[in-house]
């Protein structure tokens, strides 16, 4: 069992938004700006979309944000494109607790 | 361009050792950490520790504690991590990360008997 919840699955057309959401709790996900998300493609690494909430790293299309409310993170993408389709995997930083990062189960996103 | 060169895929025997290097280039080494993080066949992504490229500090998983050790070596910005003790449940693909923004390639482990 994950730390973080994230739906299983997503699915939109292309064009459309979406959003996939990360719950957590006040000890990770509540008390800390450092949440982030990665796009996994099937057989490759991890790759960083969004980081510290909101912010993107060089190179990654602005059709991604990040938003946090209390407990839940959120990724949006926008405008989806067929090489959106992987699995997408939030973080957060979890302070002192064991173990300081903990990740969500992943949400498989089909673009139809 | 910052990029982490992992070693090649492993097979093990159930309670063997397995230790998997980690290559930095293109930042100073010494000035990130390296996390490492496991991702079981079809599952998510489990964290496993980190260590400090700088002074050695290490952070290991509580599950982890007492089978794994995260070393680097800063002559050749080159870290590693060894799991004791292997289990057909920690067959998985074993990534190293600097500070968990740029990922190698992953190494698979296998163990089997």
């Known amino acids: 069992q994950s730390a973080l919840t994230q739906p299983a699955s997503v699915s939109g057309s292309p064009g459309q938004s979406i959003t996939i959401s990360c719950t957590g709790t006040?000890?990770?996900?509540?008390?800390?700006?450092?949440v982030s998300w990665y796009q996994q493609h099937p057989g490759k690494a991890p790759k960083l979309m969004i980081y510290?909430?909101?912010k993107r790293p060089s190179g990654v299309s602005n059709r991604f944000s990040g938003s946090k409310s209390g407990n839940t993170a959120s990724l949006t993408i926008s405008g989806l494109q067929a090489e959106d389709e992987a699995d997408y995997y939030c973080?957060?930083?979890?302070?002192?607790?064991?173990?300081?990062?903990?990740f969500g189960g992943g949400t498989k996103l089909t673009v139809l | 361009q910052v990029q982490l060169v992992q070693s090649g895929a492993e097979v093990k025997k159930p309670g063997a050792s397995v230790k998997v290097s980690c290559k930095a280039s293109?930042?100073?080494?010494?000035?990130?950490?390296i996390s490492w993080v496991r991702q079981a066949p079809g599952q998510g992504l489990e964290w496993m520790g980190w260590?400090?490229?700088?002074?050695?500090?290490?952070n290991y998983a509580q599950k982890l504690q007492g089978r794994v050790t995260m070393t680097t070596d800063t002559s050749t910005s080159t870290a590693y991590m060894e799991l004791r003790s292997l289990r057909s449940d920690d067959t998985a693909v074993y990534y190293c990360?600097?500070?968990?923004?740029?990922w190698g390639k992953g190494t698979t482990v296998t163990v089997s008997s």
């Open positions: 990360a600097r500070e968990l923004d740029v």
């Open positions: 260590i400090s490229a700088y002074n050695g500090n290490t």
């Open positions: 973080c957060s930083y979890a302070g002192s607790s064991t173990p300081p990062w903990v």
């Open positions: 293109g930042y100073t080494f010494t000035s990130y950490g």
């Open positions: 006040s000890s990770d996900v509540g008390s800390y700006n450092l």
């Open positions: 510290e909430v909101s």
